[in-house]
């Protein structure tokens, strides 16, 4: 199975940057910069979990 990465759309020019992928089960986060490194893989309800978190700035700094 070929993994379809995609850049997210909150990327900035200077590299920060994260890369998702939908897996059978899950859904896969990367580093762009360091994409042979291991990956974070969350379930769908733990994803969106997390993007309600990120958008409401709740996670801690």
């Not at 200077?14 to 490194?37: F, M, Q, T, W």
Request: hydrophobic share 40%; glycine share 2%.
């Amino acid at each position: 199975m070929i993994t379809q990465w995609r850049k997210s759309t909150r990327s900035d020019d200077y590299g920060n940057c994260v890369e998702v992928a939908a897996l059978p089960h899950a859904i896969a986060i990367r580093d762009s910069k360091a994409p042979h490194l291991p990956h974070l893989a969350l379930t769908a309800q733990a994803f969106t979990a997390l993007l309600d978190q990120v958008k409401r700035d709740q996670l801690p700094h």
